[in-house]
């Protein structure tokens, strides 16, 4: 709970200002049974000594007070539910804030290795269960003490024996509810960790729902995701049992409470130790004290949940960020980089993706890493782009080691073009405005213009505020492609990345996406890099890496390598055809 305080520190304003106005509220609303004591006492019971004129005017004047407090009450609990709200939404909101802005500076491996939707569920979790429990917190345990204080103080007046009774058991009542809550906390983590692992799951499921559906596979996914539901709904019933059976024995405990406490002051009341008017009014005060006691199971179960999501949100932040320098160096455009003898090796592989790779390259060149799936290519991309550290060797930039540099200055200069096209439901504009929010219209359009986009245009009635579905799907394959090459030109990027660009197209689209990266690669403002399968894709650049098993063994021009009758040679014939050569 630590974690949670220090949010609340930042609204400690906020939160005295909530306490305060509770604290009002509660004790004007104790006042009311305190007036009608009086009014019983002093004039009820006083048949003899008010004529009528006295006793309209004094219960008059009471219950006049009666409804001052209880407006005054009314104000400060308006007042106290809505900052009440203004603390909950804000708290919650920080933590979510937080909690989105630290994942998206983890390390890319962190998200390699986890099932996405589960690092969401937990944020929202969190944000939920906090937000119940600072509500839970004031507007019912804290106004439950109040009220607790208010009536010991007056219980000690009216007799000295009522306070113990009335307050004796309840650490006992404490006691027994932590031990019981404690299971509570045990099924909670459990349920917690089977909703975010539904939540990743059904977030796979409606992502991939294309295969799901043209493979016949909804049905098994169905009964997957209802075998989790069935789990956490058995969890659920176990956790509801638990609650239950903590709110019978309280509400027992209660019920032989409040009956004893009646039992003493009717006799008190018999030997003429306290008046008519004392007990109607602890007798009120009883609902003011055992009402919230009766909530105690639902009350815990609140902290129960809270405390385990937090724990949780504590997991997600203890993940340290992605590694950046203390004091970077600003990187300038990015003229040329250079690959210094890398090496890269997965966590969970025992051996090498990458084995000392090296080379150099500058403005207006255009190189290529090719080879067969597995040689280190993508891997390679990863380590340029900054989301992998090298484990030996170093990557440098006009010079200047990665390591030392700001990542997000040279990521801003970077177009990016991947074999899955991420596009987003929306408008065109909005898919490309992405990448570069200030970018006009006539930039837009430009990079449309470049990237081969004149058909979906003329087909467009809307121009750029025509609305493609959540992934393209109101376009083709060629065409969300071409998107993705428009959207990494309005960057006007240094460094232009095609990493298997064209590998999910067919013959003819490819071909057209080939011509398209060829005319961008002849323009000497940026560097490209080309990562292919298919080497029809390549022949155009100025150098081409061939890599094998994470290691570059051959190095040259298309028409150098195929000389060499090395390993290109071999996977040229393959892919063109003996008679092409």
């Known amino acids: 709970m630590k974690l949670l305080f220090s949010y609340l520190k930042v609204y400690w304003k906020l939160v005295a200002l909530a306490l305060v106005l509770a604290t009002i509220n509660q004790v004007f609303?104790?006042?009311?049974?305190?007036?009608f004591k009086h009014i019983i006492d002093d004039y009820v019971n006083q048949f003899g000594k008010h004529d009528k004129s006295s006793f309209f005017r004094g219960v008059?004047?009471?219950?006049?007070?009666a409804v001052g407090v209880a407006f005054v009450s009314?104000?400060?609990?308006?007042?106290?539910?809505y900052f009440v709200n203004v603390i909950t939404q804000k708290v919650g909101a920080k933590i979510y804030a937080d909690g989105i802005m630290h994942s998206l500076e983890l390390p890319y491996s962190v998200f390699e290795d986890q099932r996405s939707g589960e690092t969401l569920g937990k944020l929202q979790k969190v944000k939920t269960d906090v937000e119940r429990l600072i509500s839970t917190f004031i507007n019912v345990l804290f106004t439950s003490l109040v009220a607790i204080v208010f009536v010991t103080v007056y219980a000690i007046n009216v007799h000295w024996i009522i306070a113990p009774i009335y307050f004796g058991t309840i650490p006992l009542l404490g006691i027994l509810s932590s031990y019981l809550s404690r299971k509570v906390k045990t099924i909670q983590k459990k349920i917690v960790a089977e909703t975010?692992?539904?939540?990743?799951?059904?977030t796979e499921s409606l992502r991939n729902i294309e295969l799901v559906k043209s493979l016949g596979l909804a049905g098994q996914e169905i009964k997957r995701l209802n075998d989790t539901t069935t789990k956490i709904l058995d969890l659920e019933l176990k956790k509801v049992r638990y609650i239950r059976s903590l709110s019978f024995i309280q509400g027992t405990?209660?019920?032989?409470?409040r009956t004893a406490i009646l039992f003493v002051m009717l006799y008190l009341i018999f030997d003429k130790q306290i008046t008519i008017g004392q007990f109607f009014t602890m007798f009120i005060y009883s609902f003011y004290i055992f009402g919230p006691l009766q909530e105690l199971g639902n009350i815990i179960n609140v902290y129960r949940e809270a405390e385990v999501s937090l724990a949780n949100f504590e997991e997600i932040l203890a993940v340290k960020k992605e590694p950046k320098a203390i004091n970077p160096e600003g990187v300038g455009s990015i003229d040329r980089f250079e690959f210094n003898h890398v090496h890269f090796k997965h966590p969970s592989s025992t051996s090498k993706a990458v084995v000392d790779v090296g080379f150099k390259v500058g403005k207006g060149e255009t190189i290529a890493f090719v080879g067969p799936s597995g040689s280190g290519k993508t891997t390679l991309v990863k380590l340029l782009v900054g989301l992998y550290t090298p484990l030996e060797g170093a990557i440098s930039y006009n010079d200047k080691v990665a390591s030392n540099i700001n990542l997000d200055e040279l990521r801003s200069q970077i177009g990016l073009v991947t074999q899955d096209t991420q596009l987003f439901s929306g408008t065109i504009r909005e898919n490309l405005l992405f990448v570069a929010p200030?970018?006009?219209?006539?930039?837009?359009?430009?990079?449309?213009?470049?990237?081969a986009l004149d058909n979906l245009l003329a087909r467009a009635d809307?121009?750029?505020?025509?609305i493609i579905g959540e992934g393209g799907v109101k376009v083709s394959g060629g065409e969300r492609q071409r998107l993705s090459i428009a959207r990494a030109l309005l960057r006007k990027p240094s460094l232009l990345i095609f990493d298997e660009a064209t590998s999910a197209l067919d013959s003819l689209t490819e071909e057209e996406i080939n011509t398209t990266v060829r005319a961008i690669s002849k323009d000497d403002h940026h560097i490209t890099v080309l990562i292919a399968h298919r080497l029809s894709t390549v022949m155009h650049a100025d150098r081409i890496y061939v890599m094998e098993k994470g290691s570059v063994i051959e190095q040259g021009k298309h028409d150098e390598l195929l000389q060499e009758k090395g390993l290109y040679y071999a996977m040229w014939r393959q892919q063109i055809g003996e008679r092409k050569l």
């Open 60 to 65: 008059g004047s009471l219950l006049l007070a």
């Open 74 to 81: 009314r104000i400060a609990k308006n007042f106290q539910d």
């Open 462 to 466: 809307k121009g750029l505020d025509t």
């Open 29 to 35: 609303s104790l006042l009311d049974p305190y007036i």
């Open 253 to 257: 405990c209660v019920n032989l409470l």
């Open 196 to 202: 975010t692992a539904l939540a990743g799951a059904t």
């Open 438 to 451: 200030k970018a006009t219209d006539e930039e837009c359009l430009a990079a449309l213009n470049k990237a």
